[in-house]
């Protein structure tokens, strides 16, 4: 955050320094939304991913089931085999493809849910530090420009008060 360390005692001083603040909580609010379209894209990505895979799956299922019948009719049919046996491979191949792509989809996942407890943490504590000086600012006498009593008990009371909600 970019407050200054003395709080002002002017309206116009506290003013600024409010719709600073509301900037500051709209540009959060911003990045959390992004964020959560962020998310959203990399569900749609592993949805789409983990259906891809379940074809895939079937695929072999069914590869494996027409391998089986071709082997018991291999003395009639043996070109037949060979045909299936390579689409079984080349459906392996595909099916471990589709594996590592759902397996980087769930790791982009993890990462974004990450980054969004990141950023509504920040966000909250940030609100919280925007709330506790606002309410300081409202609190403290509008004559007052920085006696004794504006020094540092004052600061650590409030700083006593925000580690008590935590």
């Given at each position: 955050m970019s407050a200054p360390t003395e709080l002002p005692a002017d309206p116009e001083s506290m003013k600024k320094?409010?719709?600073?603040?509301?900037?500051?909580?709209?540009?959060?609010?911003?990045?959390?939304?992004?964020?959560?379209?962020?998310?959203?894209?990399?569900?749609?990505?592993?949805?789409?991913?983990?259906?891809?895979?379940?074809?895939?799956?079937?695929?072999v299922r069914k590869l494996e089931k027409l391998e089986l019948e071709t082997v018991n009719s291999l003395h009639a049919i043996t070109r037949k085999?060979?045909?299936?046996?390579?689409?079984?491979?080349?459906?392996?191949?595909?099916?471990h493809t589709q594996q590592q792509q759902l397996e980087k989809h769930r790791h982009d996942l993890s990462t974004a849910r990450t980054h969004i407890d990141q950023v509504a943490k920040d966000k909250n504590d940030h609100d919280r530090e925007r709330h506790d000086k606002l309410s300081q600012l409202r609190s403290s006498p509008s004559t007052q420009t920085g006696g004794p009593s504006a020094g540092p008990g004052t600061s650590g009371a409030s700083s006593g008060a925000s580690q008590e909600r935590e």
């Amino acid at each position: 955050m970019s407050a200054p360390t003395e709080l002002p005692a002017d309206p116009e001083s506290m003013k600024k320094l409010e719709k600073e603040f509301s900037i500051e909580a709209k540009s959060e609010e911003k990045k959390l939304q992004s964020a959560f379209k962020d998310m959203y894209k990399h569900e749609k990505s592993e949805a789409k991913a983990s259906k891809v895979r379940y074809k895939a799956e079937k695929a072999v299922r069914k590869l494996e089931k027409l391998e089986l019948e071709t082997v018991n009719s291999l003395h009639a049919i043996t070109r037949k085999h060979d045909v299936a046996v390579a689409d079984l491979h080349n459906a392996q191949a595909g099916l471990h493809t589709q594996q590592q792509q759902l397996e980087k989809h769930r790791h982009d996942l993890s990462t974004a849910r990450t980054h969004i407890d990141q950023v509504a943490k920040d966000k909250n504590d940030h609100d919280r530090e925007r709330h506790d000086k606002l309410s300081q600012l409202r609190s403290s006498p509008s004559t007052q420009t920085g006696g004794p009593s504006a020094g540092p008990g004052t600061s650590g009371a409030s700083s006593g008060a925000s580690q008590e909600r935590e």
